[in-house]
């Protein structure tokens, strides 16, 4: 067992059992007598790892056979670009929400491809909560929709998922994929980075319906063009073959907590354990809106910045690590992502408790 809690945004912690089977295979996979990261992106060792995360994702997401699950590199911020480039197709419209950092830098990509409508934004409320959306006023000759279903810096996440009609909904879900149980079929596209919830830092999963796939702006590079990894299984170039093969251990754990429904549950009850003790604190407080409120990253305050920073302090000596907040908010904020056990929200609890009575 390790003896800390690492409470970061990302990349974040990975369970401890996943770490432990690469750390027994890593200098000699399956008795080849080589390491996974020797091993040829065409071999059929290798061949057998990108099949097998590819089934893996699908089973665990319910990805329909509509859509097609790529492996890619560039991480999230490479997907603003992309998208537009790839669904820019007809009228080169999109509406976007701007939830805070991620959404105004999907944004500004996408503006350099075509004409971007901010629909509906929390900037005037510090991105607190996710802003009301009305329907009336999503264009329907939009060539797509696109959201952060999860505000990894300001610690909120939509609730409900707009129903966008014919127009496709595309999602950054860098910090929430895996975590709850969505309906895939409901997205033209969903990306995420990998190193919130998935893998290490380095893999970019897409699911893209395959309609949207093969419709690139001319000058779309040909590495960014969806049907390019598409055509060729994720395996047009070298891939990142290590960071497949952890994101295969880890839709193995997933399968083995009893899939997304089983994590869902306990993302439920360990954010609302955190919450309950920041809504009967007298001392720290939440930040975002209780109704748009993160299962993945909880953000709260205390009242000044030297109670801030000592309490940082104290919770790194007892091995609660990487809970200081998003430079651009301050404050502090605890990642929990699906790795983060049970034992680890307990813990950073009790300490936030006696660090209440300590410094009331
Ligand atoms: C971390 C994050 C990103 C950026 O991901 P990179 O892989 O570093 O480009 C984008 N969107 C969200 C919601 C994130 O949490």
């Not at 497949?244 to 193995?252: H, S, T, V």
């Not at 992502?337 to 410094?359: D, H, I």
Request: aromatic share 8%.
């Amino acid at each position: 067992m390790r003896s800390v809690f690492n409470f970061s945004p990302g990349p974040s912690t990975l369970p401890e059992k996943v770490l432990e089977h690469a750390q027994n295979q890593l200098l000699d996979y399956n008795g080849s007598g080589m390491s996974i990261m020797e091993l040829s992106h065409r071999s059929d060792l290798f061949g057998e790892v990108i099949q097998g995360a590819e089934s893996l994702s699908r089973e665990i997401m319910n990805v329909p056979p509509t859509h097609t699950v790529l492996f890619l590199q560039g991480g999230a911020s490479t997907q603003f670009a992309m998208v537009p480039l790839n669904l820019f197709k007809k009228s080169r419209k999109a509406d976007y929400v701007n939830t805070g950092n991620w959404s105004k830098k999907a944004i500004a990509e996408a503006s350099r491809y075509g004409a971007v409508r901010v629909i509906a934004s929390s900037e005037d409320k510090n991105y607190t909560c996710i802003p009301d959306l009305d329907s009336s006023q999503f264009d329907p000759d939009a060539d797509y929709f696109h959201i952060t279903t999860n505000n990894t810096i300001y610690g909120t996440r939509f609730s409900a998922i707009p129903d966008t009609g014919k127009t496709p909904l595309v999602a950054d879900m860098s910090s929430n994929i895996l975590s709850e149980v969505y309906d895939v079929s409901k997205f033209g596209l969903i990306y995420a980075g990998a190193q919130k919830n998935i893998a290490p830092a380095g893999l970019t999963i897409v699911i893209v319906r395959n309609d949207l796939i093969g419709n690139a702006l001319d000058i779309t590079p040909t590495m960014l063009d969806y049907k390019t990894h598409a055509e060729k299984k994720s395996v047009y170039n070298t891939p990142p073959c290590w960071n497949i093969y952890m994101a295969k251990l880890m839709f193995e754990w997933v399968v083995a907590q009893g899939g997304v429904p089983s994590l869902e549950k306990i993302n439920r009850e360990k954010a609302g354990l955190l919450y309950d003790f920041l809504d009967s604190s007298t001392l720290f407080r939440g930040t975002a809106e209780k109704r748009d409120r993160s299962r993945m990253n909880v953000t709260f305050a205390l009242p000044t910045d030297e109670l801030t920073v000592k309490c940082v302090r104290e919770a790194e000596q007892k091995g609660l690590l990487n809970l200081k907040g998003h430079r651009s908010v301050g404050g502090l904020r605890a990642s929990i992502f699906n790795a983060m056990p049970m034992a680890g929200v307990q813990k950073l609890v009790s300490f936030l408790k006696e660090f209440e009575t300590e410094n009331k």
